[in-house]
């Protein structure tokens, strides 16, 4: 897989419900780096993905530290779940999520237990500083953005 193909799609992030105001509120598209996932939670085939996430300005503080501002709780809900594969523990700090859409079908002997992804498909995948990681695939993704206090 080229490193193109592991960037998100910027396109397809703006055209998702919500995903436009997310990039508006952080002025870019994010990455999620160093976003605390505060909660997942899988319904009836539905995923529910809450992160607790900010932009790093390159300002400093006084202590020298990067200025973090246009803090959220994005949610990230996925309908018509196809596949998942998660690792490791629940707590979790992100270190990347990307988001594209699937170019091609899954392998089906790697789904064991359900149908595979198939071509279409939106794919969620997230890299870990620590605890959870893995990809979550589904038919539909739709952001909420909530700001928050620091």
């Not at 508006?24 to 899988?42: K, V």
Request: proline share 3%; charged share 25%; with cysteine.
């Amino acid at each position: 897989m080229s490193s193109s193909d592991r960037d998100n799609d910027e396109n397809l992030f703006a055209s998702l419900a919500g995903g436009q105001a997310v990039i508006d509120w952080f002025g870019f598209c994010p990455r999620f780096h160093d976003a605390s996932l505060e909660r997942l939670e899988i319904v009836n085939g539905n995923v529910f993905l809450a992160i607790r996430a900010f932009r790093m300005t390159d300002k400093l503080d006084a202590q020298r530290r990067f200025i973090c501002d246009r803090h959220a709780l994005v949610t990230l809900r996925m309908s018509a779940v196809s596949g998942m594969r998660l690792h490791r523990s629940a707590v979790s700090i992100i270190f990347d999520l990307r988001i594209r859409r699937l170019t091609a079908d899954e392998a089906a002997s790697d789904w064991e237990t359900c149908d595979a992804p198939v071509k279409g498909d939106i794919e969620v995948t997230f890299d870990t500083s620590i605890g959870l990681y893995g990809s979550i695939y589904s038919k539909d993704l739709a952001f909420e953005l909530q700001p928050m206090p620091i």
